[in-house]
């Protein structure tokens, strides 16, 4: 279950920084700009859909520093 998350993320980041490769490269005269960013959108979309079931289905739970 970590596992996917860690591949979410690192797909998020690594389409991030496709994007920003293509924007210094097109000179915004392309749309794969869009499509990147996009990508990463539904990436983190899905980060954080996978994060909350993981929560509310306790396959992680939050660590807290102080007891309540």
Not at 37 to 62: D, K, N
């Amino acid at each position: 279950y970590k596992l996917l998350l860690v591949v979410l993320f690192i797909a998020a980041v690594i389409s991030l920084f496709a994007g920003l490769f293509f924007i210094l490269r097109d000179r915004g005269h392309s749309s794969r700009t869009v499509r990147s960013l996009g990508w990463r959108v539904l990436f983190c979309a899905l980060l954080l859909a996978v994060l909350l079931f993981g929560l509310y289905s306790g396959l992680i739970t939050p660590n807290q520093p102080f007891p309540t």
